[in-house]
Antibody, heavy 121, light 107 residues
């Protein structure tokens, strides 16, 4: 059974940083792309970032480009989202998601339960 | 970025009804369109991939169709557990983008 467990959410000040982690199990992590999707309070889904299976290709939404960095550690079946220069509008539940292929453009077939990030002074 | 326009944004229906949701892409995305269901406080769930393919385990009352820029998602004979919000997502071009969602509630 695919399991995705996010951690690292919490309260941060505007301009601050947080690092989200997603620990994966139940599948061959190194052959699937992974992504982060967020949902602001009462809002719809927004794809944030994706990374290819071997980590050599990444992509970002325009809203986070230059501020967020996605990475992965295939030896530990974990991937990350480093969030810098946080803004109030980054407040959201962040979901990690497993792709159904290895390419960065792959959509997702399994999701974690989400971790809440609140950016406020 | 490809813009995804979903309609309606909400609808009210009864158990047993047939409902249809539309999703329009701002450019040709072939059949690179998925549909997700999300219930309050829960993670999204993939229902249909590549426009018309049902994910394993998803009931056959859910169907998807379309190609190019216009797509349709239908639930035949709505069940109580189907009241939720539905999202389309294109995976033709990066960044991936979602429609605004359609909330289906009980009439």
């Amino acid at each position: 059974e695919v399991q995705l467990l996010e951690s690292g959410g919490g309260l941060a000040q505007p301009g601050g940083s947080l690092r989200l982690s997603c620990a994966a199990s139940g599948f061959s992590f190194s052959i699937y792309a992974m992504s982060w999707v967020r949902q602001g309070p009462g809002k719809g889904l927004e794809w944030v970032s994706g990374i290819s299976a071997n980590g050599d290709s990444t992509s970002y939404a325009n809203s986070v480009k230059g501020r967020f960095t996605i990475s992965r550690d295939n030896s530990n079946s974990t991937f990350y989202l480093q969030m810098n220069s946080l803004r109030v509008e980054d407040t959201a539940t962040y979901y990690c998601a497993k792709g159904y292929c290895g390419d960065t453009s792959c959509s997702s077939d399994s999701w974690g339960q989400g971790t809440l990030v609140i950016v406020s002074s | 970025d490809i813009q995804m326009t979903q309609s309606p944004s909400s609808l009210s229906a009864s158990v047993g009804d047939r409902i249809t949701i539309s999703c329009q892409a701002s450019q040709d995305i072939s059949t690179n369109l998925n549909w997700f269901q999300q219930k309050p406080g829960k993670a999204p769930k993939l229902l249909v991939y590549d426009s018309s393919n049902l994910e394993t385990g998803v009931p056959s009352r859910f169907t998807g169709s379309g190609s190019g820029t216009d797509f349709t998602f239908t639930i035949n004979s709505l069940q109580p557990e189907d009241f939720a919000t539905y999202y389309c997502q294109q995976h033709d071009n990066l960044p991936l983008t979602f429609g605004g969602g359609t909330k289906v509630d009980i009439k």
